[in-house]
């Protein structure tokens, strides 16, 4: 996460306000140039909807980049270090709001944090909030070290790009809803590094929870253990 020209992302924050009542259109504008449409069955496509998934795919497409950066070695040692912020989390030595419980995920926010779906007293994109300065904890000496050094070494960000990592701790079966990460917080990229397991990243995808439901997804990436995966 970072702010171009900003030195506190409150500071970006705070000058869009102007344009809040805007916001749902950009937002909308960056999912896709046309309004989404989910089916139910493979009956309900026409060539023109398979011409438009071919569209969004490879809008999708070209905005990723994936590489295998880290050695089953590095994974290995990241992972211990991982373990030992659940056992931190779970002995209660972080500060509140950088440790984020949900059913079968945790989220560990350092360096910033901030407030997302049922959290918020207004639901909606552009409604999520950063944490105030100091109320989560600052990224850990081990991820400046083994992470993120690394991804700066091997080109895949600028050096002082990044003042937010956050650890997304999923136990067997978890997931996270359909999403786009906060325009008005994250610059772009966002990037992610896949530990202790293969996983994978849909896109487009129709989501509900109690049961989990899920739809076709446009677009299906395999995420390997140990590979970065860039989200322009």
């Given at each position: 996460?970072?702010?171009?020209?900003?030195?506190?992302?409150?500071?970006?924050?705070?000058?869009?306000?102007?344009y809040r009542?805007?916001?749902?259109n950009?937002?909308?504008?960056?999912?896709?140039?046309?309004?989404?449409?989910?089916?139910?069955?493979?009956?309900?496509?026409?060539?023109?909807?398979?011409l438009?998934?071919?569209?969004?795919?490879?809008?999708?497409?070209?905005?990723?980049?994936?590489?295998?950066?880290?050695?089953?070695?590095?994974?290995?040692?990241?992972e211990?270090?991982?373990?030992?912020?659940?056992?931190?989390?779970?002995?209660?030595?972080?500060?509140?709001?950088?440790?984020?419980?949900?059913?079968?995920?945790?989220?560990?926010?350092?360096?910033?944090?901030?407030?997302?779906?049922?959290?918020?007293p207004?639901?909606?994109?552009?409604?999520?909030?950063?944490?105030?300065?100091?109320?989560?904890?600052?990224?850990?000496?081990?991820?400046?070290?083994?992470?993120?050094?690394?991804?700066?070494?091997?080109?895949?960000?600028?050096e002082?790009?990044?003042?937010?990592?956050?650890i997304?701790?999923?136990?067997?079966?978890?997931?996270?809803?359909?999403?786009?990460?906060?325009?008005h917080?994250?610059e772009?990229?966002?990037?992610?590094?896949?530990?202790?397991?293969?996983?994978?990243?849909?896109?487009?995808?129709?989501?509900?929870?109690?049961?989990?439901?899920?739809?076709?997804?446009?677009?299906?990436?395999?995420?390997?253990?140990?590979?970065?995966?860039?989200?322009?």
């Amino acid at each position: 996460m970072a702010a171009s020209g900003y030195t506190d992302l409150r500071e970006k924050l705070k000058s869009m306000l102007p344009y809040r009542e805007n916001y749902k259109n950009r937002f909308l504008d960056y999912s896709s140039d046309k309004k989404r449409r989910y089916y139910e069955s493979d009956e309900d496509f026409t060539d023109d909807d398979d011409l438009q998934k071919e569209e969004e795919t490879q809008k999708i497409k070209s905005s990723i980049r994936q590489v295998r950066l880290f050695s089953d070695e590095e994974c290995t040692l990241i992972e211990s270090k991982i373990d030992e912020v659940v056992s931190r989390a779970e002995s209660g030595q972080y500060r509140e709001h950088t440790v984020d419980r949900a059913p079968l995920r945790n989220k560990y926010f350092f360096g910033e944090g901030y407030t997302y779906g049922a959290q918020l007293p207004k639901r909606g994109p552009g409604q999520e909030r950063l944490y105030p300065k100091g109320e989560v904890d600052e990224i850990p000496d081990w991820v400046q070290e083994l992470v993120i050094k690394k991804l700066v070494d091997q080109r895949v960000l600028p050096e002082g790009f990044v003042n937010s990592a956050a650890i997304n701790d999923y136990q067997p079966g978890g997931c996270i809803v359909s999403h786009v990460d906060p325009i008005h917080i994250f610059e772009r990229p966002i990037v992610s590094v896949s530990f202790f397991s293969d996983s994978a990243l849909c896109f487009g995808c129709k989501f509900q929870f109690k049961p989990i439901r899920v739809s076709e997804p446009v677009f299906f990436l395999p995420v390997k253990r140990g590979s970065v995966t860039v989200l322009r």
